[in-house]
């Protein structure tokens, strides 16, 4: 397994345009999560999937965003009509509790991220 | 509402000598506490764990202690080696499946 994809690497963009990014997980995860990241800060939870089904939405994520796993495997996050607020690194992570390490812990395999800019 | 804290931004260590790295939360819930270690055009990857039942735990080179009553943990890598120059970020999480990131903090191993 070549673990967690993520496409584009990079993407610039004029703001109000539409960007989709998407994750291919490491195949045997069930759960697909998303984060953004902006300079000096750490990973910022966006959403989390379980299979196909969407369980939770961070408050922070507005109605121009939009993520989707349709059959449970890739996902997509869609952000419509850009903002240059957007601007940011976009991560996918994956895991499966039955992974988890000797503590128990929920161990997320993370991959290289989408790189956003809009100008 | 910041619940994971790392009050130091950056940290400069001599190869070889105790690097320490801290962090403070104020959700008494969390399950599990993560470090993870993010190179330059990487995405974070996983370090080391701890339950929250445990105060210590070690792997190799990298221990991680946690002070329950005080909400505090740190990660402590010994002996320090140029490589792990990069930032570590704390991350706890609990039974909502989903992680809680800190600030980060930058290590500087210099040779």
């Known amino acids: 397994d070549t673990g967690v994809s993520q496409n584009p690497r990079h993407k610039i963009t004029k703001r109000g345009q539409n960007v989709t990014f998407r994750c291919d997980p490491i195949?045997?995860?069930?759960?697909l999560y998303w984060y953004r990241q902006t300079l000096g800060q750490g990973p910022e939870f966006l959403t989390y999937f379980q299979n196909e089904a969407q369980l939770e939405k961070s408050r922070l994520l507005s109605d121009r965003f939009s993520a989707e796993r349709p059959k449970g495997s890739f996902s997509t996050l869609e952000i419509q009509r850009t903002e240059q607020g957007d601007s940011a690194m976009y991560l996918c992570?994956?895991?499966?509790?039955?992974?988890?390490?000797?503590?128990?812990?929920?161990?997320?395999?993370f991959g290289a991220g989408s790189r956003l800019t809009v100008l | 509402d910041q619940q994971v804290k790392q009050n130091s931004p950056s940290l400069s260590v001599q190869e070889g000598r105790i690097s320490i790295l801290n962090c403070d939360y104020t959700n008494s819930m969390f399950d599990y506490f993560l470090w993870y270690k993010k190179y330059p055009a990487e995405g974070p990857t996983f370090l080391i764990s701890i339950s929250s039942i445990k105060d210590k735990n070690e792997d190799g080179r990298f221990t991680v202690f946690l002070n329950k009553s005080a909400k505090h943990l740190s990660l402590h890598i010994v002996p320090s080696q140029p490589g792990d120059s990069a930032v570590y970020f704390c991350a706890p999480g609990d039974s909502s499946y989903k992680l809680i990131f800190g600030s980060g903090t930058r290590l500087l191993v210099r040779p």
């Open positions: 992570a994956s895991s499966s509790l039955l992974q988890g390490r000797s503590s128990g812990a929920n161990v997320l395999t």
């Open positions: 195949s045997e995860h069930n759960r």
